[in-house]
Protein backbone atom coordinates (compact mmCIF):
# COMPACT_ATOMS: atom_id res chain seq x y z
CA UNK A 1 0.00 0.00 0.00
CA UNK A 2 2.74 2.89 0.96
CA UNK A 3 5.03 3.30 -2.49
CA UNK A 4 8.72 3.76 -1.55
CA UNK A 5 9.93 6.70 -3.47
CA UNK A 6 13.02 5.62 -6.20
CA UNK A 7 15.26 8.38 -5.72
CA UNK A 8 16.54 8.47 -2.10
CA UNK A 9 14.76 4.97 -0.32
CA UNK A 10 16.52 5.27 2.73
CA UNK A 11 15.11 8.80 3.43
CA UNK A 12 11.77 7.74 1.62
CA UNK A 13 9.34 10.05 3.63
CA UNK A 14 11.42 13.13 3.16
CA UNK A 15 10.62 12.52 -0.66
CA UNK A 16 7.15 11.55 -0.73
CA UNK A 17 5.06 13.63 -2.31
CA UNK A 18 1.82 13.36 0.17
CA UNK A 19 -1.61 14.49 0.50
CA UNK A 20 -3.37 13.99 3.39
CA UNK A 21 -5.28 10.25 2.91
CA UNK A 22 -2.19 9.27 2.26
CA UNK A 23 -0.45 10.65 5.04
CA UNK A 24 -3.18 8.70 7.35
CA UNK A 25 -1.80 5.76 6.01
CA UNK A 26 1.24 5.92 6.51
CA UNK A 27 0.36 7.43 10.27
CA UNK A 28 -1.55 3.70 10.75
CA UNK A 29 1.40 1.95 9.09
CA UNK A 30 3.62 3.13 11.08
CA UNK A 31 1.48 4.08 14.10
CA UNK A 32 2.63 7.31 14.56
CA UNK A 33 0.92 10.23 16.02
CA UNK A 34 0.67 13.11 14.24
CA UNK A 35 1.46 16.45 15.68
CA UNK A 36 0.76 18.80 12.84
CA UNK A 37 -1.99 18.77 10.47
CA UNK A 38 -1.47 21.84 7.99
CA UNK A 39 0.05 21.69 4.77
CA UNK A 40 3.14 23.72 3.19
CA UNK A 41 5.43 23.43 0.20
CA UNK A 42 8.48 24.03 -0.15
CA UNK A 43 11.54 22.27 -1.73
CA UNK A 44 12.68 18.55 -0.92
CA UNK A 45 15.75 18.35 1.04
CA UNK A 46 16.67 15.36 -0.67
CA UNK A 47 19.20 15.66 -4.22
CA UNK A 48 16.57 14.59 -6.83
CA UNK A 49 15.06 17.78 -8.91
CA UNK A 50 11.59 17.37 -8.09
CA UNK A 51 9.65 20.12 -6.21
CA UNK A 52 7.60 18.58 -3.54
CA UNK A 53 4.40 19.31 -1.72
CA UNK A 54 4.74 18.03 1.95
CA UNK A 55 2.77 18.62 5.05
CA UNK A 56 5.15 19.50 7.92
CA UNK A 57 4.21 17.25 9.72
CA UNK A 58 6.70 15.36 7.24
CA UNK A 59 9.97 15.84 9.49
CA UNK A 60 8.04 15.16 11.89
CA UNK A 61 7.27 11.62 10.63
CA UNK A 62 10.72 11.45 8.84
CA UNK A 63 12.25 11.36 12.64
CA UNK A 64 9.59 8.98 14.14
CA UNK A 65 10.00 6.55 11.00
CA UNK A 66 14.15 6.63 11.69
CA UNK A 67 13.55 5.70 15.66
CA UNK A 68 10.36 3.92 15.18
CA UNK A 69 12.88 1.43 12.95
CA UNK A 70 15.68 1.39 15.73
CA UNK A 71 12.18 0.27 18.46
CA UNK A 72 10.43 -2.45 18.67
CA UNK A 73 6.99 -3.51 18.69
CA UNK A 74 5.62 -1.47 22.21
CA UNK A 75 3.08 -3.74 22.69
CA UNK A 76 3.56 -7.51 23.72
CA UNK A 77 -0.37 -7.75 23.22
CA UNK A 78 0.74 -6.57 19.38
CA UNK A 79 3.60 -8.74 19.30
CA UNK A 80 1.03 -12.12 19.82
CA UNK A 81 3.29 -13.98 22.49
CA UNK A 82 1.66 -16.97 23.76
CA UNK A 83 2.28 -16.15 27.40
CA UNK A 84 -0.09 -13.27 26.91
CA UNK A 85 -3.04 -14.68 26.94
CA UNK A 86 -2.37 -16.45 30.41
CA UNK A 87 -1.47 -13.25 31.84
CA UNK A 88 -4.51 -11.53 30.53
CA UNK A 89 -6.74 -14.38 32.14
CA UNK A 90 -5.43 -13.90 35.26
CA UNK A 91 -6.48 -10.28 35.55
CA UNK A 92 -9.36 -9.71 37.66
CA UNK A 93 -11.74 -6.59 36.79
CA UNK A 94 -14.11 -5.40 39.97
CA UNK A 95 -16.52 -3.35 39.22
CA UNK A 96 -17.20 0.46 41.01
CA UNK A 97 -13.99 0.44 42.20
CA UNK A 98 -12.77 2.48 44.13
CA UNK A 99 -16.21 4.86 42.91
CA UNK A 100 -19.07 3.92 40.69
CA UNK A 101 -18.84 3.73 37.16
CA UNK A 102 -15.00 2.63 37.44
CA UNK A 103 -13.82 -0.75 36.65
CA UNK A 104 -10.84 -1.35 38.81
CA UNK A 105 -8.05 -3.93 37.08
CA UNK A 106 -7.49 -5.91 39.76
CA UNK A 107 -3.52 -7.92 39.43
CA UNK A 108 -3.46 -9.60 42.78
CA UNK A 109 -5.05 -12.85 41.01
CA UNK A 110 -2.23 -12.53 38.69
CA UNK A 111 0.12 -12.52 41.76
CA UNK A 112 -1.61 -16.19 42.71
CA UNK A 113 -0.81 -17.75 39.97
CA UNK A 114 3.39 -19.03 39.87
CA UNK A 115 3.59 -19.76 36.30
CA UNK A 116 1.57 -16.58 34.59
CA UNK A 117 3.29 -14.04 37.83
CA UNK A 118 6.58 -15.89 36.68
CA UNK A 119 6.00 -15.18 32.94
CA UNK A 120 5.09 -11.65 33.53
CA UNK A 121 8.77 -10.63 34.95
CA UNK A 122 10.13 -13.05 32.25
CA UNK A 123 8.59 -11.00 29.41
CA UNK A 124 9.69 -7.59 30.79
CA UNK A 125 13.33 -9.03 31.61
CA UNK A 126 13.82 -10.25 28.09
CA UNK A 127 13.41 -7.11 27.02
CA UNK A 128 15.54 -5.28 29.37
CA UNK A 129 18.09 -7.87 29.64
CA UNK A 130 21.43 -6.57 27.96
CA UNK A 131 20.19 -3.06 27.48
CA UNK A 132 22.54 -1.54 30.12
CA UNK A 133 19.55 -0.37 32.40
CA UNK A 134 21.30 0.60 36.26
CA UNK A 135 17.42 1.43 37.72
CA UNK A 136 14.30 0.40 37.58
CA UNK A 137 12.23 2.44 39.70
CA UNK A 138 8.88 1.10 40.73
CA UNK A 139 6.15 3.36 42.02
CA UNK A 140 4.17 2.09 45.08
CA UNK A 141 2.83 0.36 45.99
CA UNK A 142 1.87 -1.92 43.29
CA UNK A 143 4.48 -1.06 41.32
CA UNK A 144 6.76 -2.81 44.77
CA UNK A 145 5.63 -5.73 43.08
CA UNK A 146 6.55 -6.00 39.21
CA UNK A 147 9.77 -3.84 40.10
CA UNK A 148 11.97 -5.25 42.33
CA UNK A 149 12.33 -8.93 40.71
CA UNK A 150 12.50 -7.25 37.20
CA UNK A 151 15.83 -5.63 38.91
CA UNK A 152 17.40 -8.42 40.14
CA UNK A 153 17.45 -10.39 37.43
CA UNK A 154 18.39 -7.13 34.89
CA UNK A 155 20.98 -6.81 37.41
CA UNK A 156 19.86 -3.01 38.23
CA UNK A 157 19.20 -1.23 41.60
CA UNK A 158 16.07 -0.85 43.05
CA UNK A 159 14.49 2.89 43.66
CA UNK A 160 10.90 3.07 45.50
CA UNK A 161 9.16 6.12 44.65
CA UNK A 162 6.67 6.85 47.18
CA UNK A 163 4.00 8.97 48.94
CA UNK A 164 5.03 12.02 50.56
CA UNK A 165 6.54 11.14 54.24
CA UNK A 166 7.31 7.90 53.64
CA UNK A 167 11.23 7.57 52.82
CA UNK A 168 13.24 8.65 55.82
CA UNK A 169 16.05 10.38 54.15
CA UNK A 170 16.33 13.00 52.23
CA UNK A 171 14.37 13.34 49.20
CA UNK A 172 12.97 15.26 46.12
CA UNK A 173 9.73 15.87 45.25
CA UNK A 174 7.20 16.14 42.16
CA UNK A 175 3.78 17.28 42.71
CA UNK A 176 1.38 16.07 40.02
CA UNK A 177 -2.68 16.55 39.06
CA UNK A 178 -5.11 13.91 40.18
CA UNK A 179 -8.81 13.83 38.50
CA UNK A 180 -9.72 16.06 42.01
CA UNK A 181 -6.47 17.45 43.66
CA UNK A 182 -3.39 17.12 43.47
CA UNK A 183 -0.45 14.26 44.85
CA UNK A 184 2.87 13.93 45.36
CA UNK A 185 5.90 11.48 44.59
CA UNK A 186 9.27 11.20 46.42
CA UNK A 187 12.38 9.69 45.90
CA UNK A 188 15.57 9.14 47.98
CA UNK A 189 18.26 12.06 46.98
CA UNK A 190 21.29 10.30 45.90
CA UNK A 191 19.52 7.09 45.08
CA UNK A 192 19.80 7.79 41.39
CA UNK A 193 23.10 9.20 39.54
CA UNK A 194 23.51 11.17 36.97
CA UNK A 195 23.52 9.58 33.19
CA UNK A 196 22.26 6.47 34.54
CA UNK A 197 19.49 4.41 32.24
CA UNK A 198 16.21 4.27 34.16
CA UNK A 199 13.29 1.67 33.83
CA UNK A 200 9.91 3.14 35.36
CA UNK A 201 7.57 -0.01 36.78
CA UNK A 202 4.22 0.19 37.56
CA UNK A 203 1.26 -1.84 37.76
CA UNK A 204 -0.94 0.33 35.28
CA UNK A 205 -0.91 2.99 33.47
CA UNK A 206 -4.31 5.24 33.13
CA UNK A 207 -3.78 8.99 32.21
CA UNK A 208 0.20 8.82 32.72
CA UNK A 209 -0.04 11.20 35.68
CA UNK A 210 1.95 9.16 38.03
CA UNK A 211 3.85 7.77 35.36
CA UNK A 212 4.73 11.20 34.24
CA UNK A 213 5.51 12.50 37.88
CA UNK A 214 8.29 9.75 38.06
CA UNK A 215 9.78 10.12 34.64
CA UNK A 216 10.38 13.73 35.83
CA UNK A 217 11.83 12.83 38.65
CA UNK A 218 14.39 10.92 37.53
CA UNK A 219 15.34 13.43 34.77
CA UNK A 220 15.79 16.31 37.74
CA UNK A 221 18.42 14.08 38.64
CA UNK A 222 19.80 13.76 35.48
CA UNK A 223 19.14 10.04 34.64
CA UNK A 224 17.78 8.50 31.46
CA UNK A 225 14.38 7.07 31.25
CA UNK A 226 14.86 4.65 28.63
CA UNK A 227 11.37 2.91 28.71
CA UNK A 228 8.35 2.81 30.98
CA UNK A 229 6.89 -0.75 31.77
CA UNK A 230 3.55 -1.71 32.84
CA UNK A 231 1.12 -5.14 33.15
CA UNK A 232 -1.90 -2.71 31.91
CA UNK A 233 -2.67 -0.04 29.77
CA UNK A 234 -6.33 1.83 29.33
CA UNK A 235 -5.74 3.10 26.04
CA UNK A 236 -8.89 4.51 26.25
CA UNK A 237 -7.49 7.19 28.56
CA UNK A 238 -4.38 8.05 26.19
CA UNK A 239 -1.92 8.09 29.22
CA UNK A 240 1.10 7.12 26.32
CA UNK A 241 0.79 10.77 25.22
CA UNK A 242 1.42 12.10 28.32
CA UNK A 243 4.90 10.48 29.44
CA UNK A 244 6.94 13.71 27.47
CA UNK A 245 7.87 11.42 24.47
CA UNK A 246 8.94 8.75 26.52
CA UNK A 247 8.03 4.95 25.49
CA UNK A 248 5.92 3.10 26.44
CA UNK A 249 5.60 -0.95 26.49
CA UNK A 250 3.12 -2.94 28.47
CA UNK A 251 1.82 -6.44 28.32
CA UNK A 252 -1.73 -6.25 28.11
CA UNK A 253 -4.51 -3.54 27.10
CA UNK A 254 -8.02 -3.70 28.73
CA UNK A 255 -10.68 -1.11 26.94
CA UNK B 1 30.71 -11.91 82.63
CA UNK B 2 29.66 -15.71 83.66
CA UNK B 3 30.10 -18.82 81.62
CA UNK B 4 27.10 -19.71 79.77
CA UNK B 5 27.16 -16.35 78.03
CA UNK B 6 28.35 -16.45 74.62
CA UNK B 7 29.04 -12.82 73.46
CA UNK B 8 28.49 -10.62 70.08
CA UNK B 9 29.98 -7.34 70.50
CA UNK B 10 30.09 -4.52 68.33
CA UNK B 11 31.35 -0.82 68.61
CA UNK B 12 28.60 2.12 67.11
CA UNK B 13 32.03 3.96 66.07
CA UNK B 14 35.26 4.26 66.93
CA UNK B 15 34.37 7.36 70.15
CA UNK B 16 31.88 5.44 71.35
CA UNK B 17 32.04 2.52 73.93
CA UNK B 18 31.62 -0.93 73.20
CA UNK B 19 28.11 -2.27 73.00
CA UNK B 20 27.82 -5.87 74.21
CA UNK B 21 25.18 -8.13 73.12
CA UNK B 22 25.10 -11.86 75.18
CA UNK B 23 22.36 -14.39 75.15
CA UNK B 24 21.32 -16.73 77.56
CA UNK B 25 19.29 -19.64 77.28
CA UNK B 26 18.25 -18.47 73.79
CA UNK B 27 17.58 -15.02 75.03
CA UNK B 28 18.99 -11.81 73.73
CA UNK B 29 20.24 -9.49 76.37
CA UNK B 30 22.31 -5.99 75.81
CA UNK B 31 24.69 -4.14 78.18
CA UNK B 32 26.47 -1.14 77.81
CA UNK B 33 30.11 -1.74 78.52
CA UNK B 34 31.86 1.25 79.35
CA UNK B 35 35.14 -0.68 78.73
CA UNK B 36 37.66 0.05 76.41
CA UNK B 37 38.70 -1.61 73.25
CA UNK B 38 42.25 -2.98 75.01
CA UNK B 39 40.03 -4.45 78.50
CA UNK B 40 37.60 -5.97 76.21
CA UNK B 41 40.28 -7.89 74.21
CA UNK B 42 41.78 -9.12 77.89
CA UNK B 43 38.60 -10.12 78.73
CA UNK B 44 38.20 -12.19 75.95
CA UNK B 45 41.57 -13.62 76.00
CA UNK B 46 40.41 -15.60 78.87
CA UNK B 47 36.53 -15.72 78.00
CA UNK B 48 37.25 -18.09 74.95
CA UNK B 49 39.55 -20.65 76.63
CA UNK B 50 36.17 -21.72 79.25
CA UNK B 51 33.60 -20.95 76.73
CA UNK B 52 32.45 -22.86 73.41
CA UNK B 53 29.93 -20.50 72.42
CA UNK B 54 30.42 -20.62 68.54
CA UNK B 55 30.22 -17.32 68.04
CA UNK B 56 31.95 -15.16 70.70
CA UNK B 57 33.92 -12.77 68.54
CA UNK B 58 36.83 -10.88 69.02
CA UNK B 59 36.41 -7.17 68.42
CA UNK B 60 38.52 -6.31 65.57
CA UNK B 61 36.38 -9.13 63.72
CA UNK B 62 33.19 -7.52 64.08
CA UNK B 63 34.25 -4.10 64.50
CA UNK B 64 32.46 -2.17 61.39
CA UNK B 65 34.03 -0.32 58.39
CA UNK B 66 34.08 3.03 59.81
CA UNK B 67 32.31 4.79 57.08
CA UNK B 68 29.53 2.72 58.31
CA UNK B 69 30.11 3.60 61.59
CA UNK B 70 26.40 4.99 62.79
CA UNK B 71 24.89 1.76 61.40
CA UNK B 72 23.83 0.57 64.92
CA UNK B 73 23.89 -3.02 63.61
CA UNK B 74 24.94 -6.40 64.62
CA UNK B 75 25.39 -9.27 62.64
CA UNK B 76 24.20 -12.60 63.07
CA UNK B 77 24.58 -15.77 62.28
CA UNK B 78 21.40 -16.75 59.48
CA UNK B 79 19.57 -19.11 61.94
CA UNK B 80 18.80 -17.02 64.91
CA UNK B 81 14.48 -18.77 65.37
CA UNK B 82 13.11 -18.99 68.57
CA UNK B 83 12.93 -22.92 69.91
CA UNK B 84 9.74 -24.31 68.47
CA UNK B 85 7.88 -27.58 68.07
CA UNK B 86 7.59 -27.19 64.46
CA UNK B 87 9.87 -30.31 63.69
CA UNK B 88 11.10 -28.90 59.93
CA UNK B 89 13.74 -26.92 62.67
CA UNK B 90 15.92 -29.45 64.13
CA UNK B 91 18.00 -28.33 66.91
CA UNK B 92 21.19 -29.55 65.61
CA UNK B 93 20.63 -27.68 62.59
CA UNK B 94 20.14 -24.88 64.47
CA UNK B 95 23.72 -24.90 66.25
CA UNK B 96 25.31 -26.61 63.25
CA UNK B 97 24.60 -23.43 61.21
CA UNK B 98 25.61 -20.83 64.14
CA UNK B 99 28.79 -22.27 64.17
CA UNK B 100 29.98 -19.93 60.81
CA UNK B 101 27.99 -16.77 60.18
CA UNK B 102 27.39 -16.52 56.76
CA UNK B 103 29.45 -14.39 54.77
CA UNK B 104 26.72 -12.81 53.19
CA UNK B 105 25.12 -11.06 56.09
CA UNK B 106 27.86 -8.62 56.86
CA UNK B 107 27.20 -6.85 53.40
CA UNK B 108 23.52 -6.72 53.85
CA UNK B 109 23.82 -5.22 57.34
CA UNK B 110 26.41 -2.74 56.32
CA UNK B 111 24.09 -1.41 53.51
CA UNK B 112 21.19 -0.80 55.43
CA UNK B 113 21.59 3.13 56.99
CA UNK B 114 19.69 4.64 60.08
CA UNK B 115 18.17 7.56 60.02
CA UNK B 116 18.24 8.82 63.37
CA UNK B 117 14.50 10.95 64.50
CA UNK B 118 12.18 9.57 61.89
CA UNK B 119 9.26 9.60 62.04
CA UNK B 120 9.71 11.22 65.16
CA UNK B 121 12.39 12.33 67.55
CA UNK B 122 13.82 9.52 69.64
CA UNK B 123 13.60 6.76 66.95
CA UNK B 124 16.00 5.10 65.08
CA UNK B 125 14.76 4.56 61.22
CA UNK B 126 16.26 1.58 59.97
CA UNK B 127 16.48 2.13 56.25
CA UNK B 128 16.39 -0.24 53.72
CA UNK B 129 16.37 1.69 50.50
CA UNK B 130 20.32 1.79 50.53
CA UNK B 131 20.32 -2.45 50.35
CA UNK B 132 17.88 -2.02 47.59
CA UNK B 133 20.86 0.31 45.90
CA UNK B 134 23.19 -2.48 46.44
CA UNK B 135 22.54 -4.92 44.11
CA UNK B 136 24.75 -8.15 45.54
CA UNK B 137 23.29 -7.42 48.90
CA UNK B 138 19.92 -6.69 47.62
CA UNK B 139 20.79 -10.35 45.72
CA UNK B 140 21.85 -12.26 48.60
CA UNK B 141 18.67 -10.78 50.97
CA UNK B 142 16.92 -12.79 48.68
CA UNK B 143 18.97 -15.90 48.14
CA UNK B 144 19.37 -15.95 52.36
CA UNK B 145 15.27 -16.37 52.47
CA UNK B 146 15.27 -18.98 49.18
CA UNK B 147 17.33 -21.08 50.39
CA UNK B 148 15.62 -21.34 53.50
CA UNK B 149 12.37 -21.90 52.36
CA UNK B 150 12.88 -23.48 49.32
CA UNK B 151 12.07 -27.12 50.43
CA UNK B 152 9.63 -26.20 53.22
CA UNK B 153 6.53 -27.15 50.62
CA UNK B 154 5.57 -23.32 51.31
CA UNK B 155 2.50 -22.50 48.67
CA UNK B 156 1.87 -18.70 50.35
CA UNK B 157 4.09 -16.19 50.76
CA UNK B 158 2.53 -13.06 52.55
CA UNK B 159 3.90 -9.44 52.19
CA UNK B 160 2.91 -6.19 54.30
CA UNK B 161 2.30 -3.27 52.48
CA UNK B 162 4.52 -1.71 51.60
CA UNK B 163 8.15 -2.72 51.66
CA UNK B 164 6.89 -6.02 52.71
CA UNK B 165 5.66 -5.89 48.54
CA UNK B 166 9.40 -5.82 48.10
CA UNK B 167 10.87 -8.74 49.70
CA UNK B 168 8.13 -11.11 49.22
CA UNK B 169 7.55 -11.41 45.45
CA UNK B 170 11.18 -12.48 44.56
CA UNK B 171 10.79 -14.82 47.37
CA UNK B 172 7.09 -16.28 46.01
CA UNK B 173 9.04 -16.41 42.18
CA UNK B 174 12.13 -18.39 43.84
CA UNK B 175 10.31 -20.43 46.02
CA UNK B 176 7.25 -21.58 43.39
CA UNK B 177 4.82 -19.96 45.62
CA UNK B 178 1.61 -17.44 45.20
CA UNK B 179 1.79 -14.19 46.66
CA UNK B 180 -0.87 -12.43 49.05
CA UNK B 181 -0.59 -8.80 49.43
CA UNK B 182 -2.13 -7.61 52.85
CA UNK B 183 -3.22 -4.46 52.65
CA UNK B 184 -4.32 -1.60 54.76
CA UNK B 185 -7.99 -0.67 54.28
CA UNK B 186 -9.57 0.24 51.42
CA UNK B 187 -6.89 -0.56 49.19
CA UNK B 188 -7.93 -4.40 48.15
CA UNK B 189 -10.92 -4.17 45.50
CA UNK B 190 -12.58 -7.51 45.97
CA UNK B 191 -14.15 -8.90 49.28
CA UNK B 192 -11.63 -8.63 52.16
CA UNK B 193 -11.13 -10.06 55.64
CA UNK B 194 -9.95 -7.58 58.33
CA UNK B 195 -7.86 -7.71 61.12
CA UNK B 196 -7.47 -4.77 63.87
CA UNK B 197 -4.39 -4.61 65.71
CA UNK B 198 -2.58 -2.00 67.79
CA UNK B 199 -0.40 0.25 67.58
CA UNK B 200 1.74 2.71 69.86
CA UNK B 201 -1.01 4.77 69.51
CA UNK B 202 -4.64 4.01 68.77
CA UNK B 203 -5.71 1.31 65.95
CA UNK B 204 -4.86 0.36 62.54
CA UNK B 205 -6.22 -2.58 60.49
CA UNK B 206 -4.74 -4.49 58.36
CA UNK B 207 -6.83 -6.51 55.51
CA UNK B 208 -6.85 -10.19 52.91
CA UNK B 209 -8.75 -10.68 49.94
CA UNK B 210 -11.20 -13.03 50.31
CA UNK B 211 -10.36 -16.87 48.54
CA UNK B 212 -6.24 -15.53 48.31
CA UNK B 213 -5.63 -18.63 50.42
CA UNK B 214 -6.81 -21.81 50.73
CA UNK B 215 -6.96 -23.29 54.46
CA UNK B 216 -4.53 -26.14 54.85
CA UNK B 217 -1.82 -24.24 52.57
CA UNK B 218 1.32 -23.48 54.21
CA UNK B 219 2.19 -19.98 54.60
CA UNK B 220 5.15 -17.37 54.95
CA UNK B 221 5.15 -13.76 56.00
CA UNK B 222 7.40 -11.40 55.13
CA UNK B 223 8.19 -8.01 55.93
CA UNK B 224 11.45 -5.64 56.07
CA UNK B 225 11.47 -5.75 59.95
CA UNK B 226 9.82 -6.49 63.07
CA UNK B 227 9.51 -4.06 66.00
CA UNK B 228 6.86 -4.54 68.36
CA UNK B 229 5.71 -7.59 66.52
CA UNK B 230 1.88 -5.89 65.85
CA UNK B 231 1.50 -6.47 61.98
CA UNK B 232 3.19 -9.48 62.19
CA UNK B 233 0.74 -11.12 64.58
CA UNK B 234 -2.43 -9.58 62.81
CA UNK B 235 -1.21 -10.89 59.48
CA UNK B 236 -0.72 -14.15 61.52
CA UNK B 237 -4.09 -14.06 62.80
CA UNK B 238 -5.13 -13.13 59.55
CA UNK B 239 -4.08 -16.01 57.70
CA UNK B 240 -4.89 -18.60 60.48
CA UNK B 241 -8.62 -17.20 60.52
CA UNK B 242 -8.85 -18.78 57.06
CA UNK B 243 -7.27 -21.91 57.98
CA UNK B 244 -3.94 -21.53 56.79
CA UNK B 245 -0.65 -22.79 58.78
CA UNK B 246 2.01 -19.86 59.16
CA UNK B 247 5.08 -21.94 59.13
CA UNK B 248 7.48 -18.88 60.05
CA UNK B 249 7.53 -15.25 59.82
CA UNK B 250 10.58 -13.71 57.91
CA UNK B 251 12.22 -10.05 57.96
CA UNK B 252 15.21 -8.65 57.36
CA UNK B 253 15.48 -6.90 60.42
CA UNK B 254 14.65 -7.39 63.94
CA UNK B 255 14.82 -4.66 66.69
CA UNK B 256 15.32 -6.69 69.79
CA UNK B 257 14.57 -3.87 72.22
CA UNK B 258 10.88 -4.06 71.44
CA UNK B 259 10.64 -7.80 72.24
CA UNK B 260 8.79 -8.50 68.74
CA UNK B 261 9.72 -12.07 69.24
CA UNK B 262 7.69 -12.56 72.45
CA UNK B 263 4.73 -11.11 70.87
CA UNK B 264 4.34 -13.99 67.94
CA UNK B 265 4.46 -16.34 70.47
CA UNK B 266 5.05 -19.98 69.50
CA UNK B 267 5.21 -19.11 65.77
CA UNK B 268 9.06 -18.86 64.49
CA UNK B 269 10.41 -15.81 63.46
CA UNK B 270 13.93 -15.74 61.29
CA UNK B 271 15.97 -12.48 60.23
CA UNK B 272 19.30 -11.50 58.78
CA UNK B 273 20.24 -8.83 61.05
CA UNK B 274 19.43 -6.85 64.12
CA UNK B 275 19.33 -3.05 64.73
CA UNK B 276 18.93 -0.90 68.02
CA UNK B 277 15.82 1.33 67.83
CA UNK B 278 16.79 3.96 70.12
CA UNK B 279 19.84 5.80 70.72
CA UNK B 280 22.61 4.48 72.17
CA UNK B 281 22.93 6.85 75.17
CA UNK B 282 19.65 5.60 76.21
CA UNK B 283 21.09 2.75 76.25
CA UNK B 284 24.40 2.70 78.50
CA UNK B 285 24.12 1.47 81.69
CA UNK B 286 27.18 2.04 84.25
CA UNK B 287 29.27 -0.87 84.11
CA UNK B 288 29.05 -3.58 86.97
Avoid at chain 1, 157 to 168: E, I, N, S
Avoid at chain 2, 97 to 116: E, L, N, T
Avoid at chain 2, 135 to 151: G, H, P, Q, S
Amino acid sequence: MLKVDECRPNLTLSCYATHVPILSDIYKAFEITPKITFQKTYACSCSCSRIHTHTSCCFTLQQNYKTFREREPMSAYKDKDARINGIKDQIRVVPNFPKPGIMFQDITTLLLKPKEFKDTIDMFVERYKGKNISVVAGIEARGFIFGPPIALAIGAKFVPLRKPKKLPGKVISEEYILEYGRDCLEMHVGAVESAERALVVDDLIATGGTLCAAINLLERVGAEVVECACVIELPDLKGRERLNGKPLYVLVESH
Amino acid sequence: MQPGFSILCFQASADLPFLVFYQRKGVMHAAASLLNSSNLSLRFASQTQTRLSPWIAAPSSVRLPLNRSQNYRIALPPLHSTVSGDSTQPQQMASADVKAQDPRIAGISSAIRVIPDFPKPGIMFQDITTLLLDTKAFRDTIDLFVERYKDKNISVVAGIEARGFIFGPPIALAIGAKFVPMRKPKKLPGEVISEEYSLEYGKDVMEMHVGAVQAGERALIVDDLVATGGTLSAAIRLLERVGVHVVECACVIELPELKGRERLGEKPLFVLSLGLCSKLENFIKPSD
